[in-house]
């Protein structure tokens, strides 16, 4: 708060300007014998919410108001020490604070993965057997029996070599359900893999 005292305030400045050295010795001594204290009451002051959305809302002035400069500057600096990054972040990943971020965000967020991963499954299954959820083949029913089969084989869709289940679910609708899939259930889908043909069609068809 400024000095409401002008001829005060202009006496302060006169002896620091005088005094200069001494008071950023006496400063720089005080920092450090009070270093732990000082920085605790730093932490407690930038946890304050007022605090915080200051802070938020002066870095988004400035990056707005210095937007393309800051992002060639990132670039450039990043095309120099390229090699330093990658390096930095190899070895960050293997250190055990790392780890148990990465465990403790798995366990955290694993059961809504699973349900929104089971609510694409769901939807996926229906769109493909025509809402019906039964294997094309014998007619079973139940979605924890069912599954995706490619009817010309992998090797015609065009699509990455290897899909695990849930990502072959998110590849058939970011590509709104292209055609050349059905709905087998797992005795069947592996019948056809290993034998070209269920046994199912093969006694149907004689």
């Known amino acids: 708060m400024p000095y409401k005292d002008i001829e005060k305030r202009r006496h302060n400045k006169k002896q620091y300007e005088k005094n200069r050295d001494k008071y950023l010795e006496y400063a720089k001594q005080y ?4 270093r732990e204290e000082i920085n605790r009451k730093s932490r407690e002051r930038s946890r304050r919410p007022e605090v915080k959305a200051r802070a938020r809302k002066h870095v988004r002035e400035y990056w707005r108001k210095n937007k393309e400069r800051l992002t060639l500057q990132h ?12 390096q930095y972040q190899a070895d960050y990943e293997k250190t055990p604070k790392r780890k148990t971020q990465r465990h403790g965000y798995y366990i955290k967020t694993r059961p809504q993965k699973a349900k929104e ?19 094309k083949c014998c007619n079973q029913k139940g979605i924890k029996f069912l599954t995706i ?22 590849w058939l609708i970011k590509n709104n359900y292209p055609k050349g899939f059905q709905v087998l259930c797992w005795n069947c889908n592996c019948a056809k893999g290993f034998y070209e043909k269920c046994s199912h069609e093969v006694e149907k068809n004689g």
């Not at 920092?31 to 009070?34: G, K, Q, V």
């Open 31 to 34: 920092r450090e014998l009070h």
């Open 75 to 86: 670039k450039e600096w990043l095309s120099k020490n390229l090699q330093y990054v990658k």
């Open 117 to 135: 991963e089971r609510q694409k499954r769901v939807v996926v299954i229906k769109h493909y057997s025509n809402n019906k959820i039964n294997c």
């Open 149 to 170: 089969d490619h009817i010309e084989g992998r090797k015609a869709m065009n699509h990455k070599r290897r899909l695990s289940s849930t990502r072959l679910i998110d």
